[in-house]
């Protein structure tokens, strides 16, 4: 059964011109674009988004990132399309991502890492309806 999943690409991607790479290597990874859309989230969107991060010393400096640029969200869909995008998309850190990966080629630190991605088919329904 086809699932879907949310896939953001972030502000500094989009800054260096990235996003038609990383949309390249979605499509040559499997997944199925379903939707998409070009925004620039306004700091209530990003605190309303990142609302389950709240507490943490994370939060602030996100909610900024996240607003200081255009994003890309789309909606992705294919089996297992919420694991097999974190495995393209690779762990937070960059530097700890393997070859090949999304965060590896085009993030530069834990903060600014080029892209997000639903953790679970719950989340991302929830992070689906919250975009479409």
Same mark, same amino acid.
């Given at each position: 059964?086809?699932?879907?999943?949310?896939?953001?690409?972030?502000?500094?991607?989009?800054?260096?011109?990235?996003? =038609?790479? &990383? @949309?390249?290597? *979605? $499509? #040559?990874?499997?997944?199925?674009?379903?939707?998409?859309?070009? %925004?620039?989230?306004?700091?209530?969107?990003?605190?309303?988004?990142?609302?389950?991060?709240?507490?943490?010393?994370?939060?602030?400096?996100?909610?900024?990132?996240?607003?200081? =640029?255009? &994003? @890309?969200?789309? *909606? $992705? #869909?294919?089996?297992?399309?919420?694991a097999d995008?974190?495995? %393209?998309?690779?762990?937070?850190?960059?530097?700890?991502?393997?070859?090949?990966?999304?965060?590896?080629?085009?993030?530069?630190?834990?903060?600014?890492?080029?892209?997000?991605?639903?953790?679970?088919?719950?989340?991302?329904?929830?992070?689906?309806?919250?975009?479409?």
């Open positions: 059964m086809k699932e879907q999943t949310l896939a953001l690409i972030k502000p500094d991607a989009i800054a260096k011109r990235y996003q =038609g790479l &990383i @949309i390249h290597e *979605i $499509l #040559e990874a499997g997944f199925e674009i379903k939707a998409m859309k070009m %925004l620039h989230l306004t700091e209530e969107g990003a605190k309303a988004f990142y609302a389950v991060h709240k507490e943490k010393e994370f939060y602030e400096p996100l909610v900024e990132f996240m607003t200081s =640029g255009s &994003i @890309i969200a789309m *909606i $992705l #869909e294919k089996e297992n399309a919420v995008y974190r495995e %393209l998309m690779g762990p937070t850190d960059p530097g700890a991502a393997a070859e090949g990966t999304l965060r590896r080629k085009f993030a530069e630190t834990t903060r600014r890492n080029a892209v997000h991605g639903s953790d679970s088919p719950d989340n991302a329904k929830k992070e689906i309806a919250f975009f479409f």
